[in-house]
């Protein structure tokens, strides 16, 4: 059953409310008694993986000085 809570109730609980939403309950706030946003819990909510996005590997070169020529073209 999805319980419905008016925007300035669901100011004060809020707390309350995602926990009854993380818990699996389904509750729609509402703005003068019209039914506005859903709040649900996550799902599918896993832990992140640190390097998941690694892109390709930096070579040595890259951290070498630059030419002269060129560090006289950034000046």
């Known amino acids: 059953m999805t319980d419905v809570v008016n925007m300035y109730d669901a100011k004060a609980q809020l707390s ?4 009854r939403a993380a818990a699996g309950e389904n509750i729609m706030i509402a703005r003068a008694g019209k039914p506005i946003v859903r709040l649900v819990p996550v799902e599918d909510a896993l832990p992140r993986k640190p390097g998941l996005l690694k892109g390709p590997p930096i070579p040595d070169a890259f951290f070498d000085p630059l030419p002269e020529e060129e560090l006289e073209a950034w000046e």
Request: glycine residues 0%; neutral net charge; hydrophobic residues 50%.
């Open 16 to 19: 309350r409310l995602i926990d």
